[in-house]
């Protein structure tokens, strides 16, 4: 079992930027691979960012490429989300999330683990 807990949500302006954090705990960290997603509502849930167990592969997602970042520090079992140059439209909750296959996943079922969400609102 591993429990993901997220943080660094909150309410931002339009250009702004965030930093979300994830913390995990319960299993060893540097066997998964991580993801962040975001959900809005009337909104399916979809991957904004993901890396693979050693950091050496990432993906981000078109609509966030170049202004946010994916990385992770397997020392401290923590993965950060850096989100720069914040747009209105990327308010949702944002998802941690783990998957045992070592590759980068995109879609939700692959992951096997969720935290619970946090919120990110900007305003315009």
């Known amino acids: 079992q591993v429990r993901l807990v997220e943080s660094g949500g909150g309410l931002v302006q339009a250009g702004g930027s965030l930093r979300l954090s994830c913390a995990a705990s319960?299993?060893?960290?540097?066997?998964?691979?991580m993801g962040w997603f975001r959900q809005a509502p009337g909104k399916e849930r979809e991957c904004v960012a993901a890396?693979?167990?050693?950091?050496?592969?990432?993906y981000d997602a078109d609509s966030v490429k170049g202004r946010f970042t994916i990385s992770r520090d397997n020392a401290k079992n923590t993965v950060h989300l850096q989100m720069n140059s914040l747009k209105p439209e990327d308010t949702a909750v944002y998802y941690c999330?783990?998957?045992?296959?070592?590759?980068?996943?995109?879609?939700?079922?692959?992951?096997?683990?969720w935290g619970q969400g946090t919120q990110v609102t900007v305003s315009s």
């Open positions: 319960g299993r060893t960290f540097s066997n998964y691979a």
């Open positions: 890396i693979s167990r050693s950091g050496s592969s990432t």
């Open positions: 999330a783990a998957k045992r296959i070592a590759r980068v996943g995109i879609l939700p079922y692959e992951y096997d683990y």
